[in-house]
Protein backbone atom coordinates (compact mmCIF):
# COMPACT_ATOMS: atom_id res chain seq x y z
CA UNK A 1 0.00 0.00 0.00
CA UNK A 2 0.93 3.88 -0.09
CA UNK A 3 2.45 5.42 2.84
CA UNK A 4 4.45 8.99 3.72
CA UNK A 5 7.04 9.13 5.81
CA UNK A 6 7.62 13.03 7.34
CA UNK A 7 10.78 13.57 9.54
CA UNK A 8 9.43 13.65 13.40
CA UNK A 9 9.11 17.14 14.78
CA UNK A 10 8.56 19.60 16.48
CA UNK A 11 10.97 21.55 14.81
CA UNK A 12 12.11 24.77 16.15
CA UNK A 13 14.38 27.33 14.05
CA UNK A 14 14.98 31.40 14.37
CA UNK A 15 14.19 33.41 12.03
CA UNK A 16 15.66 33.72 8.85
CA UNK A 17 16.93 30.32 9.21
CA UNK A 18 17.40 27.62 6.83
CA UNK A 19 14.03 25.17 6.61
CA UNK A 20 14.32 21.40 5.32
CA UNK A 21 11.33 18.99 6.65
CA UNK A 22 12.11 15.48 5.10
CA UNK A 23 9.65 13.53 3.48
CA UNK A 24 9.81 9.93 1.71
CA UNK A 25 6.97 7.68 0.30
CA UNK A 26 5.91 4.35 -1.03
CA UNK A 27 3.83 3.94 -3.78
CA UNK A 28 2.35 1.32 -6.22
CA UNK A 29 2.69 3.55 -9.00
CA UNK A 30 3.87 7.16 -10.29
CA UNK A 31 2.02 9.17 -7.60
CA UNK A 32 1.39 12.91 -7.31
CA UNK A 33 3.19 14.55 -4.61
CA UNK A 34 1.77 17.96 -2.27
CA UNK A 35 2.91 19.87 1.01
CA UNK A 36 -0.01 21.29 2.65
CA UNK A 37 0.02 23.80 5.54
CA UNK A 38 -1.88 24.14 8.62
CA UNK A 39 -1.69 27.44 10.22
CA UNK A 40 -2.80 27.78 14.02
CA UNK A 41 -6.81 26.71 14.14
CA UNK A 42 -7.23 26.01 10.61
CA UNK A 43 -7.84 23.95 8.13
CA UNK A 44 -5.19 22.49 5.63
CA UNK A 45 -3.85 24.18 2.49
CA UNK A 46 -1.95 23.39 -0.27
CA UNK A 47 1.05 24.49 -0.15
CA UNK A 48 3.26 23.13 -3.37
CA UNK A 49 2.51 20.07 -5.99
CA UNK A 50 4.56 18.17 -7.81
CA UNK A 51 3.36 15.41 -10.39
CA UNK A 52 6.08 13.94 -12.00
CA UNK A 53 10.09 12.66 -11.54
CA UNK A 54 11.83 16.74 -11.45
CA UNK A 55 9.00 18.72 -11.12
CA UNK A 56 9.61 20.96 -8.38
CA UNK A 57 7.09 22.36 -6.63
CA UNK A 58 7.14 26.31 -4.91
CA UNK A 59 5.30 28.83 -3.46
CA UNK A 60 5.67 31.52 -0.78
CA UNK A 61 9.72 30.54 -0.72
CA UNK A 62 9.09 27.38 -0.28
CA UNK A 63 10.23 24.69 -2.50
CA UNK A 64 10.50 20.68 -3.15
CA UNK A 65 11.44 18.28 -5.83
CA UNK A 66 10.25 14.97 -6.76
CA UNK A 67 12.93 12.81 -6.54
CA UNK A 68 12.09 9.35 -8.20
CA UNK A 69 15.25 7.69 -7.22
CA UNK A 70 14.93 8.78 -3.65
CA UNK A 71 11.40 8.70 -3.00
CA UNK A 72 11.47 11.99 -1.60
CA UNK A 73 9.67 15.41 -1.72
CA UNK A 74 11.63 17.45 0.69
CA UNK A 75 10.02 21.03 1.75
CA UNK A 76 13.17 23.36 2.03
CA UNK A 77 12.80 27.42 2.62
CA UNK A 78 16.07 29.29 2.14
CA UNK A 79 14.75 32.00 5.49
CA UNK A 80 12.12 31.40 7.82
CA UNK A 81 9.61 33.95 9.30
CA UNK A 82 7.65 33.82 12.02
CA UNK A 83 4.72 33.59 9.94
CA UNK A 84 5.76 30.36 8.82
CA UNK A 85 4.89 28.59 11.79
CA UNK A 86 2.41 26.03 11.08
CA UNK A 87 1.69 22.44 10.77
CA UNK A 88 3.35 20.67 7.08
CA UNK A 89 1.93 17.63 6.22
CA UNK A 90 3.56 15.42 3.01
CA UNK A 91 0.80 13.70 1.01
CA UNK A 92 0.81 11.79 -2.75
CA UNK A 93 -1.95 10.58 -4.88
CA UNK A 94 -1.17 7.55 -6.12
CA UNK A 95 -3.10 7.62 -9.78
CA UNK A 96 -4.52 4.43 -9.37
CA UNK A 97 -6.20 5.68 -5.67
CA UNK A 98 -8.93 7.63 -5.61
CA UNK A 99 -7.37 9.92 -2.14
CA UNK A 100 -4.50 11.26 -0.80
CA UNK A 101 -2.45 9.54 1.64
CA UNK A 102 -0.64 12.03 4.64
CA UNK A 103 2.34 12.06 6.54
CA UNK A 104 1.63 12.39 10.36
CA UNK A 105 2.80 15.80 9.96
CA UNK A 106 6.32 18.56 11.32
CA UNK A 107 5.01 21.38 14.20
CA UNK A 108 7.33 24.02 12.67
CA UNK A 109 7.88 26.98 15.57
CA UNK A 110 10.41 29.64 14.33
CA UNK A 111 11.19 32.37 16.70
CA UNK A 112 12.12 36.14 16.36
CA UNK B 1 -15.23 33.10 -1.79
CA UNK B 2 -14.34 29.73 -2.75
CA UNK B 3 -14.80 27.78 1.03
CA UNK B 4 -16.03 24.54 2.54
CA UNK B 5 -17.88 25.28 5.34
CA UNK B 6 -18.07 22.90 8.62
CA UNK B 7 -20.84 23.36 11.61
CA UNK B 8 -19.88 23.06 14.62
CA UNK B 9 -16.49 23.60 14.93
CA UNK B 10 -16.46 22.96 18.79
CA UNK B 11 -19.00 20.14 20.33
CA UNK B 12 -18.25 18.35 23.34
CA UNK B 13 -21.36 15.55 23.83
CA UNK B 14 -21.52 12.09 25.73
CA UNK B 15 -21.25 8.64 24.62
CA UNK B 16 -23.82 7.16 22.96
CA UNK B 17 -25.81 10.45 21.88
CA UNK B 18 -26.15 10.73 18.29
CA UNK B 19 -24.49 13.74 16.11
CA UNK B 20 -24.12 15.30 13.38
CA UNK B 21 -21.36 17.56 11.85
CA UNK B 22 -22.50 18.94 8.29
CA UNK B 23 -20.28 19.89 5.57
CA UNK B 24 -20.97 22.44 2.85
CA UNK B 25 -18.88 23.58 -0.12
CA UNK B 26 -19.88 26.15 -2.53
CA UNK B 27 -17.35 25.22 -5.43
CA UNK B 28 -19.68 22.71 -7.16
CA UNK B 29 -16.79 20.22 -6.43
CA UNK B 30 -18.05 15.89 -7.07
CA UNK B 31 -15.86 15.19 -4.71
CA UNK B 32 -15.78 15.31 -0.72
CA UNK B 33 -14.50 13.60 1.72
CA UNK B 34 -14.04 13.77 5.61
CA UNK B 35 -10.66 13.43 7.83
CA UNK B 36 -10.26 12.73 10.96
CA UNK B 37 -6.42 13.84 12.70
CA UNK B 38 -5.02 12.85 15.59
CA UNK B 39 -1.52 13.90 16.96
CA UNK B 40 1.13 11.39 15.81
CA UNK B 41 -1.49 9.89 13.24
CA UNK B 42 -1.61 12.56 10.46
CA UNK B 43 -4.89 12.53 8.44
CA UNK B 44 -6.91 9.49 7.91
CA UNK B 45 -9.76 9.70 5.67
CA UNK B 46 -13.54 8.28 6.86
CA UNK B 47 -15.73 8.31 3.78
CA UNK B 48 -15.38 9.92 0.36
CA UNK B 49 -18.09 10.44 -2.27
CA UNK B 50 -17.52 11.02 -5.72
CA UNK B 51 -20.59 12.56 -6.54
CA UNK B 52 -24.17 12.63 -5.46
CA UNK B 53 -25.28 9.19 -3.54
CA UNK B 54 -21.94 7.36 -4.35
CA UNK B 55 -20.03 7.60 -1.05
CA UNK B 56 -17.17 4.88 -0.23
CA UNK B 57 -15.28 3.81 2.80
CA UNK B 58 -11.94 5.19 3.63
CA UNK B 59 -9.14 3.93 6.06
CA UNK B 60 -11.12 4.23 9.13
CA UNK B 61 -15.03 4.50 8.93
CA UNK B 62 -16.13 2.04 11.71
CA UNK B 63 -18.56 4.31 13.99
CA UNK B 64 -19.28 6.64 11.43
CA UNK B 65 -22.11 7.33 8.02
CA UNK B 66 -22.50 9.58 5.89
CA UNK B 67 -24.99 10.69 3.23
CA UNK B 68 -24.63 12.71 -0.32
CA UNK B 69 -27.96 13.93 -1.27
CA UNK B 70 -27.03 16.87 -2.86
CA UNK B 71 -23.84 17.73 -4.53
CA UNK B 72 -23.03 20.60 -2.21
CA UNK B 73 -23.56 18.76 1.14
CA UNK B 74 -22.06 15.62 2.76
CA UNK B 75 -22.61 15.62 6.45
CA UNK B 76 -20.56 13.01 9.50
CA UNK B 77 -22.75 11.35 11.41
CA UNK B 78 -21.80 9.38 14.38
CA UNK B 79 -24.99 7.30 15.76
CA UNK B 80 -23.38 6.31 18.82
CA UNK B 81 -20.48 8.10 19.60
CA UNK B 82 -17.51 6.60 21.95
CA UNK B 83 -14.84 8.53 23.60
CA UNK B 84 -12.38 7.03 21.09
CA UNK B 85 -13.93 9.47 18.43
CA UNK B 86 -12.64 12.50 20.21
CA UNK B 87 -10.76 13.94 17.85
CA UNK B 88 -10.24 16.90 15.28
CA UNK B 89 -12.29 16.08 11.82
CA UNK B 90 -11.78 18.29 8.59
CA UNK B 91 -14.42 17.87 5.65
CA UNK B 92 -12.51 18.32 2.13
CA UNK B 93 -13.48 18.44 -1.68
CA UNK B 94 -12.15 19.31 -5.45
CA UNK B 95 -13.07 18.50 -9.00
CA UNK B 96 -12.61 15.92 -10.35
CA UNK B 97 -10.87 17.39 -13.57
CA UNK B 98 -6.78 17.21 -13.61
CA UNK B 99 -4.25 17.16 -10.61
CA UNK B 100 -6.15 17.15 -7.24
CA UNK B 101 -5.76 19.71 -5.07
CA UNK B 102 -8.53 19.24 -2.32
CA UNK B 103 -9.89 22.18 -0.48
CA UNK B 104 -10.63 22.18 3.37
CA UNK B 105 -12.45 23.38 5.61
CA UNK B 106 -11.71 25.10 8.97
CA UNK B 107 -12.08 21.58 11.37
CA UNK B 108 -14.51 20.36 13.90
CA UNK B 109 -13.25 20.06 16.93
CA UNK B 110 -15.35 16.67 19.24
CA UNK B 111 -14.65 15.64 22.70
CA UNK B 112 -16.44 12.58 23.34
CA UNK B 113 -16.84 12.52 27.03
Known amino acids: GNSVTQMEGPVTLSEEAFLTINCTYT??????LFWYVQYPGEGLQLLLK?????DKGSNKGFEATYRKETTSFHLEKGSVQVSDSAVYFC???????????FGSGTQLTVLP | EAQVTQNPRYLITVTGKKLTVTCSQN?????MSWYRQDPGLGLRQIYY???????DKGDVPEGYKVSRKEKRNFPLILESPSPNQTSLYFC????????????FGPGTRLTVL
Open chain 2, 92 to 103: ASKGLAGVDTQY
Open chain 1, 27 to 32: ATGYPS
Open chain 1, 50 to 54: ATKAD
Open chain 1, 91 to 101: ALKDGSARQLT
Open chain 2, 27 to 31: MNHEY
Open chain 2, 49 to 55: SMNVEVT
